[in-house]
């Protein structure tokens, strides 16, 4: 037991807090901490509530489809938006769910309503550990602009409808059913172990979350390979289906651009000498182009998997853009360092010709890359600072990025997973532009491998992306079985 853990043996499910189909409490609101207002009150997952309704979902495991989709479902319903989170009545559920099965589950956290869960099933012999990692906080969710209540887990045309149903509770809940079902069935490692953790703040940054728990309880969370969020939405190019493996994730190098001037009375504009004027042709550049491309392994390595020449970076873009100008957008921020304005403030009085403004850049770099690339960058797109307009640059934000190898067994395996289940498909490289909870994971344990994966084979990348955070935000039921189904066949082949 620490800060706000406690610890539970196999057996020990009362202690979760209620048992597994206790009816549920709808909040004034219409929306709880408990799954089940939607009418799903009573029922454990997979129960005869649930038979039938993954429908085209089945899959090869029409039972392990039902068990996920059941799942998903309750996850949804429990509102844990972040803030404030309130994630604890969604842990204890898995956590019941866990101990039932023959995991052995701890809850630790540094607030008592917002634990993380760590459940293992430990092998028989010495062997890796393979982490399963995801978070059930989400983002905010305005009802009125969705079709679908957020928090009804909706099973419609094909979809489970619901905040988090992509970032990211369908992860979690093919990770926990493929583990339920794989201990149910009397599977155990027969080397190694077989770890879930689910955290919780990963949407404002993991501060009560994995950063806390890499910190705080190392031994509890040491893995040798992990999978989490960040990849795996198949795309098409030049007729190949690709699914991207997160190997990295960009850094942030922030920046301020400042301008100066000479204060007046805002009546008379000649009077003083405009510092938010001179923004303008800033502003102008930063809007024509980006810094040079400067591919690292990961990007090099993305482009000769779909066929281009990592030597023609330019040429690469303009034939991506060509087929689809999607594929550019998505996969052109992993080439080189990449600058985004988003703030600006100058006078604090509108009546006040300013003699100061800033300029607020939000700048992504690739592992690999640091601060004397940034501001090469600068020089390129903004030009030298003391040229013309007079500009001064003040970073806010270095935190350089973070990356596993792309070359490992569990790559192996994941690509022969997708050959196997989508023949003719293949597995590429990618770099996320933001970041997730895996850095917490890699710098805590420098030797772990770690891989955003959820395997989507019928809902593409370019139309899960526009979902994430959106209204309407919703997976297909079969790419949540063909997800469960890989995460059971990874254990086994990981760890026999």
Known sequence: MSEAGRSNEPGDAGESGRSIGEPRHVGEAGRSNEPGDAGQAGRSIGGPGHVGEAGPGAGEDPALAVEAQALLRELIAFDTVNP????????????????????????????????????????????????????????????SEWSHDPWSGDVEDGYIWGRGALDMKSQVAAEIAAAISLARSGWRPPCGELLIVAVVD??????????????????????????????????????????????????????????????????????????????????????????????????????????????????AVANMSAADLRLATMFEPMLGVTFTPTRIRASEKINVIPSRAELKVDCRVPP??????????????????????????????????????????????????????????????????GFTDSRHFRAAFPECVAYGFFPQRHQTLFETSPLIHAPDERIDVRDLAFAAEFFRDLARSVLG
């Open 84 to 143: 404030p989170g309130n994630e604890r009545a969604a842990q204890e559920h898995l956590q019941a769910l866990l101990i039932d099965v023959g995991f052995q589950c701890e809850l630790l956290g540094a607030e008592p309503g917002r634990p993380n869960l760590v459940a293992r099933l430990r092998g028989t012999s010495e062997g890796p550990t393979l982490c399963y990692l995801g978070h059930v906080d989400t983002v905010l969710a305005e009802p």
């Open 202 to 315: 990963e949407e404002t940054g993991g501060e009560l979350g994995a950063e806390w728990i890499t910190r705080n309880h190392p031994e509890k969370v040491r893995c040798d390979l992990l999978v989490n969020e960040g990849g795996g939405a198949v795309f098409e190019y030049r007729g190949r289906r690709r699914y991207g493996v997160c190997c990295a994730e960009k850094g942030v190098f922030r920046f301020t651009v400042s301008t100066t001037g000479v204060a007046g009375h805002a009546s008379m504009p000649r009077i003083g000498e405009n510092a938010l004027l001179k923004m303008a042709p800033l502003l102008e550049r930063l809007g024509a182009r980006q810094p040079a491309y400067s591919l690292t392994a990961e990007p090099a390595a993305f482009l000769r998997g779909i066929g281009e020449d990592p030597e023609d970076p330019i040429g």
């Open 368 to 433: 690999g890359l640091g601060e004397e690339d940034v501001r090469r960058g600068i020089t390129e797109v903004l030009g030298e600072p003391d040229g013309a307009p007079d500009f001064e640059i003040d970073f806010t934000e270095r935190v350089v990025g973070n990356r596993s190898p792309a070359d490992s067994t569990l790559m192996e395996n994941i690509s022969a997973w997708v050959a196997e289940h989508d023949p003719g498909a293949e597995v590429v490289p990618v770099i996320l532009p």
